[in-house]
C-alpha cells in the first residue's frame, strides 16, 4: 500500500490532511485492514471540541471495537455522513473516506505526526513483529 | 497418563496454512488461531458467514478436544457425567449435552456421539481440554471403562453450509445422503483423484457443527503432511461450489445467529442449566447424574435469572459484557455475547436477565459508551435454517 504523501499520519493509525488552517481526519488503510468488515462509524456534531491525542469517536468492525483518536486540536465543521449509512466504504477506500473536517486551533499540533514514508515504516513494523 | 501444560501458546497442525494464507491470528482459549482470512481472497468475517449460509466455509476446529470413553461400563459412566440421556443413542447417533459440577452449573457443553457398543466420544471445548480430561477421568474411576484423552490425534475440520454436502460428498466414498443431522459415519476420504489411490482409510465422518447450518467435521490424523493435504483437497474440489476457508470470528457469528452457547459467556461454572435455557438437553427423567439433585432443587426454588435474545432498536452494537438496563435505566443484566448478525442484517445479543425482563417484546436498554441504546427482547434462536423441502 502506497500512502498519499498529501497528509500526515499518526501512530493510532489516523490520518490528516491540512488544507490553510482546516483539515480532513480519517483512518489509514492500515487501520481498516487490522479491524476487518466496518460496520459502525460514530463521529462527533459538528461544533465539538476535539483534543489532540484524546478520542473523538468509535469504528467498530464485526469482531472489534476501536477508539479514533484526534491528530489535532480544534473545532469540528463538518461530519462524512455517508458513512453512517455506508462503513463498508472505509474498507474500499479507507484514505477516500474521511470522517470529519475540522478549523485547526493550533497548527503547531501537527509537527510531532509522521510523514507518509514515516508511517509506511512504522506499520511495517508492527505488523511484522 | 498425564501432561505437563506447556506455558506457549498452541498450535494447530494447519498453522502454517494459516499464516501462508494470509489470516489474521489470534489467541483464542490458549491457542493460535485464524480469526478471518484476507479480502484479498474473497474473506473477511462477512464474506465467510455469507458462505456457510449461502454456499459452504471450511474451519480448523483442531483446538477442541477429544475424550474417549471404552468399556463395558461406558454409557453408565457417560450417563452419570452428562445430563443428556446417552442411552437413547443407536451406534452411529451423536447428541448435545453437558458435563455439571454437583451445583448444577457447567463444566463444558459437549457432543456426545457413541461409536460402538461400549465406546464413546465426546467433543469439548478448546478453552477447557485439560480441565475436562480431569474431570471425566476424575469422576469416573469407579467404572469398567477406559478414559483416553485423544485431543492431540485429531485434525478436526469442520465442512459447512447448505453445498457440505455436496463438497464432501466428492471426496469420500461414504454415503453422506443417509447420513442424518447428529448422526456419524467413517469413510474413505480422497486425497487426490481416484485413479491415484490415495486416501485416508475409515475416518470419522459426523454430521455436526457450530454454525447452525447443515455440515460436517471430519477427524483425520494431526500429522502436518496429512492435515495440509486434506484441508487443501477440500479447498480444490471445493472451489466449483465456491468454498472458503472461515475462521473464528465468522464461527463466533454464525453460533450466536444460531444461539448455540460459548462456554465462558452464556454457559459457566457459575450458571446453571435452567438459567441457561438449556433444559430440553438434560434428562430429569435420569435417576442419577452429577448436577441433579442441585438442579431439582434450584429448579423447585424457583429460576431468578434467564437467558434472553436482544435485538438493538437504537444505532449501536452490543458486546461481550456490557450492562443491560431497564428502561428507567437501572442496571439489571449484562450481555453474554453481542455483535452484528451478518446474515440476519441486525445487531443482536445474548444477555442475562431477570425472568420477569425476559418475555418477548420487553424493551430493555443496553449500555454503550455510558450512553444506554434500545433493544428489545426477541424470539430465539434468531436464525433457523430452512427446512429441506
Redesign the interface.
Known amino acids: 500500500m502506497a500512502y498519499p504523501t498529501d497528509r500526515q499520519y499518526t501512530k493510532e493509525h489516523e490520518w490528516i490532511q491540512v488544507n490553510g488552517n482546516t483539515a480532513t481526519v480519517g483512518i489509514t488503510d492500515y487501520a481498516q485492514q487490522s479491524l476487518g468488515d466496518i460496520v459502525f462509524v460514530e463521529t462527533p456534531k459538528v461544533g465539538a471540541e476535539l483534543t489532540a491525542g484524546k478520542t473523538f469517536g468509535t469504528v467498530e468492525s464485526v469482531k472489534a471495537v476501536s477508539d479514533l483518536f484526534a491528530p489535532a486540536s480544534g473545532t469540528v465543521t463538518e461530519v462524512n455522513g455517508d458513512l453512517a449509512t455506508s462503513p463498508e466504504k472505509v474498507n474500499s477506500d479507507a484514505h477516500g473516506s474521511w470522517m470529519l473536517k475540522m478549523t485547526l486551533k493550533n497548527p503547531g499540533d501537527l509537527d510531532g505526526l509522521l510523514s507518509a514514508a514515516d508511517y509506511e515504516k512504522f506499520v511495517a513494523e508492527e505488523a511484522g513483529h | 497418563m498425564s501432561s505437563v501444560e506447556a506455558p506457549t501458546i498452541r498450535k494447530t497442525a494447519l498453522n502454517a496454512v494459516h499464516r501462508q494464507m494470509g489470516a489474521?491470528m489470534v489467541e483464542f482459549s490458549g491457542w493460535d488461531m485464524p480469526?478471518?482470512y484476507p479480502?484479498a481472497i474473497g474473506c473477511?468475517?462477512?464474506n465467510e458467514h455469507m458462505a456457510v449460509r449461502t454456499g459452504v466455509g471450511i474451519f480448523d476446529v483442531s483446538h477442541m478436544g477429544d475424550i474417549r470413553l471404552a468399556g463395558p461400563q461406558a454409557l453408565a459412566a457417560v450417563q452419570h457425567i452428562s445430563m443428556n440421556d446417552a442411552s437413547k443413542l443407536a451406534i452411529g447417533q451423536a447428541q448435545y449435552s453437558a458435563l455439571l459440577y454437583p451445583a448444577g452449573t457447567f463444566v463444558d457443553d459437549v457432543i456426545v456421539h457413541r461409536l460402538g457398543e461400549d465406546e464413546y466420544l465426546l467433543v469439548i471445548n478448546a478453552g477447557t481440554r485439560e480441565k475436562d480430561f480431569n474431570w471425566v477421568r476424575d469422576n469416573t474411576r469407579d467404572f469398567d471403562c477406559a478414559v483416553e484423552n485423544l485431543s492431540d490425534d485429531y485434525t478436526q475440520i469442520a465442512i459447512q453450509g447448505p453445498k457440505a454436502v455436496n463438497l464432501l460428498q466428492k471426496l469420500t466414498d461414504a454415503d453422506l445422503s443417509a447420513v442424518k443431522f447428529y448422526w456419524v459415519t467413517r469413510g474413505l476420504i480422497l486425497l487426490a483423484k481416484k485413479s491415484m489411490r490415495r486416501f485416508l482409510q475409515n475416518t470419522l465422518i459426523a454430521r455436526t457443527g457450530y454454525t447452525a447450518e447443515d455440515g460436517f467435521e471430519i477427524y483425520v490424523p494431526s500429522d502436518e503432511p496429512t492435515s495440509t493435504w486434506v484441508w487443501n483437497r477440500i479447498l480444490e474440489v471445493g472451489k466449483e461450489l465456491g468454498v472458503i476457508p472461515c475462521g473464528l470470528?465468522a464461527r463466533?457469528?454464525l453460533r450466536l445467529e444460531g444461539k448455540l452457547p460459548l462456554y465462558g459467556h452464556e454457559i459457566s461454572d457459575t450458571i446453571n442449566v435452567w438459567e441457561a435455557g438449556l433444559d430440553r438437553f438434560c434428562k430429569m427423567d435420569k435417576p442419577e447424574f452429577v448436577g441433579r439433585a442441585a438442579l431439582e432443587k434450584a429448579k423447585a426454588a424457583g429460576v431468578k435469572r434467564t437467558l434472553v435474545g436482544l435485538e438493538m432498536t437504537e444505532?449501536?452494537?452490543a458486546?461481550d459484557g456490557y450492562k443491560v438496563l431497564d428502561p428507567g435505566g437501572r442496571e439489571i443484566g449484562y450481555v453474554t455475547s453481542g455483535?452484528?448478525a451478518?446474515f440476519l442484517k441486525k445487531n443482536i445479543a445474548l444477555a442475562y436477565v431477570p425472568v420477569e425482563f425476559g418475555a418477548v417484546g420487553t424493551a430493555l436498554k443496553v449500555e454503550i459508551?455510558g450512553q444506554g441504546a434500545g433493544a428489545v427482547v426477541v424470539p430465539t434462536p434468531f436464525y433457523k435454517r430452512p427446512k429441506k423441502a
Open positions: 489474521k480469526v478471518e479480502a473477511g468475517i462477512i470470528g463466533n457469528t444505532r449501536g452494537i458486546r455483535s452484528p451478518p459508551r
